[in-house]
């Protein structure tokens, strides 16, 4: 762990901010920080503890204009916004009315991270982990991935200097597996599912001590990193809760950490405690949590996933029981999608609303219309929808299904001869 700088006349720089302990959410064991992820007493889920009474309004609105603006409630130091960062989030919240008339609700919002640095919402996790990294000493910034964290990983490492070792499976989608290389880390393709790569790299973060696996040892981190994507929803309605979230779930951990991002925002004063509830959001050929929801189980049995959604593919999710947790705590709901209604929901925000979101929005979006068509969400409250990629990292889920309307001479008879409007 990095010393603590103690000049006089400067403020003790704390290396993890109002974060104290790991806590096991399981038996709510307490350990010190450091690059652990499993409680010693019960190999419960650990995750990050803190110690802060207040924060106002004007301390997180006069930061910068990215995740930083929430140091007070992330476990990084104050002066995080220093060190090279790739510095996401501040994402826009856009008033979707176009999309809410086509589904008859009545006032909706789309909170869009396809505007992150490298186009998905995993900068911010990333951007959370590689601060405990650095301040915990690690060296190689790593993980296995489904696509978007790998984005992340190697843009992340780049910027802030240090070396990356990513882990895919082989066959990814092409444009994830260029969108990564060209960042000049070590890219390793697996043959084998996301559920096999994450197994492998729980082995190698096991015998490399100065590796921080950004979703593995450094976990507990990452996952705070979610919560950021709560609290802009809050500050940009104003400071307020929405009344229903619909969050697409592979491992469950962003789902779970916007929740309790939104009760940090209550215990610290930000906002007024308001009920919500939470909405999950999978693909049918990966839904292990939407099925144990629907058949009133408390533990997922893992998938072997098949689906176009591969961002959302982890057929064993770590988060899973915390998911239905959350869901049924808040009334919420987890539901699954078909790769059919995907592809209908990326084309349905495309026409609605000019988003072009990832497989996971087509997830998200599709998920939504199936909540109101199925009467689960209430249709009269105020709705929040997340687009956590962008679809130019998915291509392939539209191709063939939208094009020019006709290939046409350039003469303006040819124009018209074509009957086009
Ligand atoms: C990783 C990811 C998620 C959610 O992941 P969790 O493991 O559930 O936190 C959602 N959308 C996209 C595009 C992702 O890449
Ligand atoms: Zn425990």
């Not at 010393?3 to 302990?21: D, L, M």
């Not at 350990?31 to 019960?42: I, K, R």
């Not at 940009?236 to 789902?255: C, D, F, N, T």
């Not at 950490?257 to 959001?281: C, H, M, N, S």
Request: proline share 6%; net charge negative.
């Amino acid at each position: 762990m990095s010393t603590t700088v103690s000049e006089p006349g400067t403020a003790q720089r704390a290396a993890f901010g109002n974060a104290i302990a790991l806590v096991c959410r399981a038996c709510g064991a307490e350990q010190a920080l450091g690059p652990y992820y499993a409680c010693d007493e019960c190999f419960g889920p650990l995750e990050v503890g803190y110690d802060v009474e207040r924060v106002t309004r004007e301390q997180i609105e006069a930061g910068p204009k990215s995740i930083w603006r929430y140091q007070p409630l992330l476990p990084v130091p104050s002066d995080v916004a220093s060190f090279p960062n790739t510095e996401p989030g501040f994402t826009r919240l856009i008033r979707a009315d176009n999309l809410a008339r086509e589904l008859g609700i009545k006032t909706l919002w789309v909170k869009d991270d396809s505007g992150n640095p490298t186009h998905s919402f995993k900068d911010r996790v990333v951007a959370v982990a590689l601060s405990a990294a650095r301040e915990l000493g690690l060296k190689v910034l790593a993980c296995p991935s489904t696509g978007n964290l790998a984005n992340a990983v190697a843009a992340a490492a780049a910027r802030a200097g240090m070396k990356s070792v990513v882990f895919i499976p082989h066959d990814l989608e092409r444009p994830k597996v260029l969108t990564t290389a060209v960042y000049d880390g070590t890219l390793v393709a697996v043959r084998g599912t996301y559920d096999d790569v994450n197994r492998l790299a729980s082995e190698i973060a096991g015998e490399e001590e100065d590796w921080a696996f950004v979703n593995v040892n450094v976990r507990p981190y990452y996952s705070e990193g979610s919560k950021t994507l709560g609290f802009e929803v809050a500050e940009q309605l104003g400071w307020r809760l929405p009344e229903q979230v619909v969050i697409p779930v592979a491992s469950g951990s962003q789902l779970t950490k916007v929740d309790k991002g939104f009760g940090e925002l209550v215990k610290v004063g930000l906002v007024d405690d308001t009920p919500y509830r939470i909405f999950g959001a999978q693909a049918e050929g990966c839904s292990p949590v939407a099925t144990a929801f629907k058949e009133g189980h408390d533990v997922v049995r893992p998938v072997r996933p098949d689906t176009i959604a591969k961002s959302l593919a982890i057929g064993n999710p770590a988060d899973g029981p915390y998911v239905l947790d959350t869901c049924r705590r808040t009334s919420g709901a987890v539901e699954h999608v078909t790769d059919e209604e995907v592809v209908e929901g990326i084309r349905l925000l495309a026409r609605t609303e000019g988003i072009f979101g990832e497989t996971a929005g087509g997830v998200t979006v599709a998920t939504l219309k199936k909540l109101v068509d199925t009467g689960q969400l209430d249709p009269e409250v105020e709705t929040v929808v997340f687009n956590t990629g962008d679809g130019l990292k998915t291509l392939d889920a539209v191709s063939g299904r939208v094009g020019p309307a006709a290939t046409i001479e350039p003469t303006y008879a040819a124009f018209t001869a074509a009957d086009l409007i």
